[in-house]
């Protein structure tokens, strides 16, 4: 069983947003809610020498919620 406090980025859940201290997060590779612990990746993307994305922790208080879908079908035809 996986832990709900704990999201990774292709973990089949869905896109989420999440959040660190009410701000906004994004390009999140690893969330974990009950720690406090965010793991980005800034923008520009950069890679490490041995071909790793370069990242970020951010710590503070995680909230990750779902994506809210903008359009779409709405169950009416």
């Given at each position: 069983?996986?832990?709900?406090?704990?999201?990774?980025?292709?973990?089949?859940?869905?896109?989420?947003?999440?959040?660190?201290?009410?701000?906004?997060?994004?390009?999140?590779?690893?969330?974990n809610e009950a720690k406090g612990v965010v793991e980005f990746a800034p923008l520009p993307l950069r890679v490490k020498r041995n071909g790793e994305i370069y990242t970020r922790k951010l710590h503070g208080t995680v909230i990750v919620k779902p994506q809210q879908r903008i359009g779409g079908c709405n169950g009416h035809s």
């Open positions: 069983m996986q832990n709900p406090y704990v999201h990774y980025a292709d973990d089949g859940l869905g896109p989420r947003d999440v959040f660190v201290n009410g701000n906004p997060i994004r390009h999140v590779v690893y969330a």
